[in-house]
């Protein structure tokens, strides 16, 4: 059986290279690396930056947690607080600022325009919004057995999350009504984003609802 519990330092290695495997099938992913049909490299490209968007979270102490069976990690969920935005020193701290020189300056700007439209498909729904749901990822060999609902469960109930409005955004149509009925999110938009669709949701606080 699977527990839930914060990430610790020692649990960035083997969650970065889950979320390169399950993220390397999102085509925003592959909209930023453009690495064609070379799957490797778009694993090996996603476990480096996700190494340091890891080491973000928990340096600015915003909550991330992860699902882990006999030593194993099988899922992962974060949440960036707006109170807690990561600066220009965060990342220079975490080695971010070594991307350009990695995989391409173009990667970057792609990356940066990505983000930015994200977030303003978000404000659009909830200009009040107090944090973002982020990072859900499950082994694609463990869907099915109950360990997304339980992950977006925990973190919604943390103390630190609970009584905050909140927005995310998926690129999967059928994961719509998931967060509908585990999150409660709703006001879906629908948006096209370099020619992807993604839908951004949100949920008001509890007293708004």
């Known amino acids: 059986m699977f527990q839930i519990r914060p990430i610790k330092e020692d649990d960035i290695g083997p969650m970065s290279q889950l979320y390169g495997e399950v993220f ?3 085509p925003l992913y592959g909209f930023i690396f453009q690495f064609k049909d070379d799957r490797d490299k778009t694993v090996e490209a996603l476990t480096w930056l996700f190494s340091r968007r890891l080491q973000l979270l928990m340096r600015t102490n915003n909550p991330m947690f992860v699902a882990e069976e006999d ?3 099988v899922g992962g969920i974060g949440c960036i607080l707006r109170e807690r935005r990561y600066s220009m020193i965060d990342m220079l701290a975490v080695g971010l600022l070594l991307w350009p020189f990695r995989y391409g300056f173009a990667s970057v700007f792609r990356a940066l325009d990505l983000d930015k439209k994200v977030e303003e498909c978000s404000l659009q729904i909830l200009p009040d919004s107090e944090g973002e749901i982020v990072m859900v990822a499950v082994n694609s060999s463990r869907h099915r057995q109950g360990i997304g609902r339980k992950l977006l469960s925990h973190a919604l109930n943390d103390d630190r999350i609970k009584n905050l ?7 999967k149509l059928m994961n719509i009504s998931f967060y509908e009925n585990v999150g409660g999110f709703g006001e879906t938009r629908e948006t096209e984003l370099f020619g992807i669709q993604s839908w951004s949701m949100c949920r008001r606080k509890p007293t708004q609802q």
């Open 24 to 26: 390397c099938e999102n």
């Open 71 to 73: 030593g194993v990690f």
């Open 165 to 171: 409005s909140l927005t995310l955004s998926t690129q």
